[in-house]
């Protein structure tokens, strides 16, 4: 590691310098390679000088039971670490042992990236909710939670072909991806009225600041605000949920943006993809005999057939499934094909229910201004090509005051146009993720993904057609 930090590789010939090298892990994995206190320690905050305390529930002191044993970090004000400060161990309750990450050129406090998928989704998202559902001092009604869960369920055929599972009703163990989908999409959605105006309000600072970091668009611009809402839901959730409610995850929330700031929005640090790769390598075992030499050579493998087949990749989009079923604006006169699907880069669009609302126009001449569409269909005339459907006539602010929707591309969507209309492709920007209000008449609008392409050069890439 230390050869590579400092005389890089030789990559095909080409020699690769290794400038920052971080390390992406869960908390116990991230105090046993930095010989640090474990997540359970009273000084074991990363990354400041906080000490922990006991805590105990209201009902552990009602029923005079033996404590869970938990340690709670309330205070949200302490020092911060520095590479110096923990090379030099001026807080010597804070480690457990010498380091060999230490002999390497690393800041050994700022390049131990917070992982989000572990501290925001399983950790602080989970304490949430299972604090606002399941706790039994601090839980909303059994109607409450019933109606959210039926919510869930309500929301569930919207949810669109990119999230890795679709909506169900809360239970306590649920997956990451699912926290991840919850406090990005669906949550603002599903509490609507369920949940005290406070309450509801200090779900929505933790929504709007995880929304900020996790989007590459908005988290430079919002950084310094994501990080105030941040605190804020901390020292709140103390409030509305005693100190029980700031455990480590919950706290470690106030550094999260401070690694926002190093290495970007929150799924460029976080062990996703690792995580992902976990079932890759798995299902390249097929026998119990020498498991690692049958991952590398079957890595070896697919190294070489990608390099291969990815040639063909296209950078613009692809359209699929022809069709003659319509609808459309006037009368084809045979040289226009009609198309059910639409294939973007880093998403689909498609003309069914969960994938159909997607498109957005920005800044564009035809449609001054913003747009939610609903599709229903793709048509290719000549060389150009459309997309045919209805828009939203009402596109207004979803959240109470003093939050904006709309700064942050999500909208309350209403009176959806009786008129079918068509739009250049090329004005599509982003995915959105449309689902209905419960006991509204209207829908609630997200984007999900955002076209990487370069809007101009995309008039001029040559399409590729199934
Ligand atoms: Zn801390």
């Not at 919850?182 to 200090?202: C, E, F, K, M, Q």
């Not at 699907?341 to 800044?363: M, P, W």
Request: some cysteine; proline content about 5%; charged content about 25%.
């Amino acid at each position: 590691m230390r050869d590579l930090i400092s005389k890089g590789f030789d990559h095909d010939g080409v020699s690769i310098k290794v400038r920052r090298c971080s390390f992406v892990c869960d908390a116990p994995a991230r105090a046993f390679i930095s010989g640090t206190k474990y997540h359970t320690g009273k000084n074991s905050c990363s990354r400041c000088t906080v000490v922990g305390e006991n805590a105990i529930t209201p009902k552990e002191m009602r029923l005079q039971v033996r404590p869970k044993g938990r340690i709670v970090y309330p205070s949200t004000t302490c020092a911060l670490r520095t590479d110096e400060s923990f090379r030099e161990r001026f807080d010597p309750e804070h480690h457990n042992s010498y380091s060999c990450l230490e002999e390497l050129e690393i800041d050994m406090v700022l390049d131990l990236p917070l992982d989000p998928m572990h501290v925001v989704d399983e950790g602080a998202c989970h304490k949430y909710f299972v604090t606002i559902l399941f706790d039994s001092d601090y839980k909303i009604s059994p109607y409450h939670v019933k109606r959210v869960n039926e919510n869930m369920s309500l929301v569930s055929p919207y949810s669109p072909c990119e999230v890795a599972r679709k909506t169900r009703p809360f239970t306590a163990k649920m997956k990451c991806t699912e926290w991840r989908q919850i406090r990005l999409y669906t949550g603002p959605v599903v509490l609507i009225n369920h949940l005290s105006p406070d309450r509801y309000a200090h779900f929505l600072t933790f929504h709007v600041a995880t929304k900020i970091l996790s989007s590459p668009r908005f988290y430079r611009k919002y950084i310094n605000y994501a990080k105030e809402l941040l605190l804020t839901f901390v020292r709140n959730g103390v409030i509305l949920y005693g100190n029980t409610f700031c455990v480590y995850n919950i706290h470690n929330l106030i550094h999260i943006a401070n690694d926002c700031e190093n290495f970007g929005p929150m799924q460029s640090f976080s062990a996703y993809p690792f995580e992902n790769h976990l079932g890759v390598i798995k299902r390249l075992s097929r026998k119990s005999e020498k498991p690692l030499q049958q991952v590398v050579k079957r890595l070896a493998e697919l190294d070489h057939t990608q390099k291969i087949y990815n040639v063909s990749e296209t950078e613009g989009f692809v359209f699929k499934f022809e069709h003659n079923d319509g609808p459309v604006l006037k009368k084809l006169n045979g040289d226009e094909k009609q198309y059910r699907q639409v294939n973007f880069k880093n998403f689909v669009l498609c003309a069914t229910k969960r994938d159909n609302c997607a498109a957005k126009g920005d800044n564009c001449e035809l449609l001054e201004g913003n747009l939610v569409v609903i599709i229903e269909n793709f048509i290719e005339i000549g060389s150009k090509q459309f997309i045919i459907g209805r828009a939203f006539e009402s596109l207004t602010n979803l959240y109470p005051e003093p939050f904006y929707s709309p700064g942050l591309d999500i909208y309350k969507c209403e009176n959806l146009s009786g008129t079918l209309q068509q739009w250049p492709i090329e004005k599509v920007l982003f995915k959105v993720y449309l689902m209905p209000i419960p006991n509204f008449s209207s829908f609630c609008s997200l984007s999900i993904r955002r076209h990487v392409a370069n809007l101009n050069k995309l008039a001029t890439v040559k399409l590729t057609k199934v």
